[in-house]
């Protein structure tokens, strides 16, 4: 971003200086000569300083893993404790996979990337990945990788107690049987916009089938009961006893005159029917399933809620 703040001004200085439009073309064209560049924006210094997953305990690493190296990533040639420290503070993503070179935190040597370093003999993580370029010192953490999947995952193992569905495109926990969807983790949180197959946060699956993180849905379902995707209701059977109260208090308040007769067409999100129900400020209760996750499709009561009060010269008259 500094790069292209300092350059886009000098290209303005070039402008509105003196001289005719070739040599200011010239001129603006030599900014973008490669020593032109590294003169505007020098390479950045290289960090090479000991981070740490907890400074208290002595535990080298960075808030998201526990390691015992810095990895040099191979698109800016700038080391950083791990994937998520490089793509917040950077403005691309890393590809991990292209990394070739790592730092000791033990010894300081700049080596290429393995479990072991090759100076002091340290370990970098008790479970290290040459696919990944991935090392993690986190005791009594369970890791394999899935070439399926391209990744690491948290668990003992396939065949252990994971197992790779070719269907769904991810990993499954032996415990149990699992509904197939096509891909399911092949899409964007619906709340916080993560890329859900290659996120470390714990995904849940909706009985509609999407997926979304365990703690963006919490904080969700402060607000919503609805599936933020499809609409569709997250808890159907709770939802009953909510639905069974509004049918008592719509019984309790009929509509004013204006609307007593007036009938409205409404999609139901659960059950996906249409059907012409009256209208009711409070809900529009779907007849197939009993439920009021409904929207409103008819027009007509468009017309209908324009009606206003008499303004104050209509009053007057009446008087």
Not at 19 to 36: C, H, N, Y
Not at 233 to 247: E, K
Not at 248 to 260: G, R
Not at 288 to 304: A, V
């Amino acid at each position: 971003m500094a790069e292209h703040t300092d350059r886009r001004r000098m290209i303005l200085e070039i402008q509105k200086g003196p001289g005719t439009p070739q040599e200011k073309a010239k001129a603006i064209q030599q900014l973008f000569t490669p020593s032109k560049i590294t003169e505007i924006c020098p390479p950045k210094t290289l960090d090479l300083s000991i981070s740490y997953h907890s400074k208290e305990e002595n535990i080298f690493g960075c808030e998201h893993y526990a390691r015992n190296c810095k990895l040099k990533a191979a698109c800016c040639e700038q080391f950083y404790p791990c994937r998520f420290c490089h793509d917040e503070k950077e403005n691309h993503k890393i590809d991990r996979y292209a990394t070739k070179e790592m730092l000791c935190y033990f010894c300081s040597k700049i080596q290429p990337i393995s479990q072991t370093c090759i100076s002091c003999g340290k370990s970098m993580g008790r479970y290290f990945c040459n696919v990944c370029k991935f090392a993690d010192d986190t005791p009594n953490k369970a890791l394999y990788h899935c070439a399926a999947c391209g990744l690491c995952r948290v668990g003992r193992g396939l065949g252990i107690d994971y197992e790779h569905c070719t269907e769904c495109d991810m990993c499954f926990s032996t415990t149990g049987p699992h509904k197939h969807v096509p891909k399911i983790l092949h899409s964007n949180c619906p709340i916080c916009g993560d890329f859900l197959h290659t996120t470390v946060k714990q995904v849940i699956f909706t009985n509609c089938n999407h997926s979304i993180h365990y703690e963006c849905y919490l904080d969700y379902l402060d607000t919503n009961y609805v599936c933020p995707i499809c609409c569709k209701t997250l808890f159907l059977d709770d939802m009953i006893v909510h639905w069974n109260r509004l049918t008592q208090e719509i019984a309790k308040l009929p509509m004013p005159k204006e609307y007593a007769n007036v009938k409205v067409e409404i999609l139901c999100n659960d059950c996906e029917k249409k059907t012409k129900v009256p209208f009711h400020f409070l809900g529009n209760k779907c007849p197939s399933c009993d439920g009021y996750n409904t929207k409103i499709l008819s027009k007509e009561i468009e017309d209908c809620l324009l009606y206003t009060s008499p303004s104050p010269r209509d009053r007057q008259k009446s008087r």
